[in-house]
């Protein structure tokens, strides 16, 4: 690896998702997840293995909480808040929750709200917003370690990918979440 990290920058490597995890120590889609035992938020930085995943329960979008969103935060943009105006809209099929309703939706669908060895949300990579939810759509959520780096004697930062889909396993959104984990006491 360090041939490939240090003097051949350009390389290309070939083989299945698992085997370019195992080489990499970098969760890749497609590769074997480890879907076993306690919340993955419970585990302190050294004890979480690359591939750990929690799948979470679903949640409706009602209209209601795209309408409350609206109000709250002032993003009243018209494919949130008119029928109307999204007829013949390429990208829209109706009014559909705000993008940044279902990132707050998926952060309590997998949250493990009890104190732990997370210590902070670091902040969000790679963010897209793949497909619309209209009200009345569930989602859900899919949250896999994907890389690990310490950096100290106290902490490491967490890289998990996350995949918000909707009731038709559809994915409607994906980023990278980083987070701040405790190591062992």
């Known amino acids: 690896?360090?041939?490939?990290?240090?003097?051949?920058?350009?390389?290309?490597?070939?083989?299945?998702?698992?085997?370019?995890?195992?080489?990499?120590?970098?969760?890749?889609?497609?590769?074997p997840t480890l879907e076993l035992g306690e919340h993955p938020f419970r585990y302190a930085f050294e004890d979480l293995e690359i591939g750990r995943t929690f799948h979470s329960a679903e949640r409706t979008i009602a209209l209601e909480d795209i309408e409350h969103f609206a109000q709250?935060?002032?993003?009243?943009?018209?494919?949130?808040?008119?029928?109307?105006?999204?007829?013949?809209?390429?990208?829209?099929?109706?009014?559909?929750?705000?993008?940044?309703?279902?990132?707050?939706?998926?952060?309590?669908?997998?949250?493990?709200?009890?104190p732990g060895p997370v210590l902070a949300n670091y902040g969000l990579d790679s963010l897209r917003f793949l497909k619309p939810v209209r009200p009345g759509e569930a989602i859900k959520v899919r949250l896999t370690v994907k890389e690990k780096s310490p950096r100290n004697a106290e902490y490491g930062e967490v890289r998990w990918d996350v995949e918000i889909q909707n009731g038709q396993d559809e994915t409607v959104a994906t980023y990278d979440l980083l987070t701040m984990n405790a190591v062992r006491r």
């Open 1 to 31: 690896m360090r041939a490939v990290n240090h003097y051949m920058q350009r390389t290309a490597l070939q083989g299945s998702p698992g085997m370019l995890t195992r080489v990499t120590r970098k969760w890749i889609k497609g590769a």
């Open 72 to 114: 709250f935060t002032g993003d009243t943009f018209y494919a949130h808040m008119s029928e109307e105006a999204t007829k013949g809209h390429p990208f829209f099929p109706g009014r559909v929750a705000h993008g940044y309703l279902l990132l707050s939706f998926a952060a309590g669908l997998f949250v493990d709200p009890d």
